[in-house]
């Protein structure tokens, strides 16, 4: 079981991810909310990860019965990293929305960001995106290791899912949008 940081005021929330690699270890979640009826087939989303890097490998992908996306695993040992993506839908999501929502301060919003704030509380479908780091066999909190967790790897997924939905990423970590 992941533990995932959420915004203040909303607390702590357990997410089960469908990744259980030995070596790895959860780092950190990002959300994309997006309207239900934007959600992406299996095959839309497999394709459009294949099409972001050589290097990164597919796991597990499930979809519904209609062929629409649920979830999947992206596996890249250059990167050090995995992530794990699962849909999630219906009124947890909308009240999760408009939670976070309620915690962004107006003035300290750009115009890109106004604009993704005014669309948050309508998107009633979410994505979200599990970034763990590939730790090997030795002691996940030795900070001297020569391998490094890439980012890279979550940050084109994350690009790419929000490309697919036309949807809303949120940090709920740091509470602010991407």
Known sequence: MARVATQKG??????????EREGYQWRETYFVFFDR???????????????LSKRFELDGGT?????????????SDSDFAAVDIAYEEGEEVLEQAALLAKEFKLSQLDADERE???????????????????TADEDPLDEEDD??????????????????????????????FV
Request: net charge negative; glycine share 6%.
């Open 147 to 176: 391998e490094m967790l890439d980012p890279s790897a979550l940050l084109l997924v994350l690009d790419a899912v929000l490309e697919l939905t036309d949807g809303v990423g949120i940090d709920p970590a740091s509470g602010s």
């Open 10 to 19: 909303i607390g702590r929330r357990s997410i089960m991810s469908s990744f």
């Open 63 to 75: 979809a519904d019965e209609q062929g629409h996306f649920e979830s999947i695993t992206l596996i």
């Open 37 to 51: 009826a934007s959600r992406p087939s299996l095959k839309q989303i497999e394709k459009r990860l294949h099409q």
């Open 116 to 134: 993704k704030f005014k669309r948050l509380p309508k998107l009633d479908a979410r994505f979200d995106l599990l970034h763990f780091e590939h």
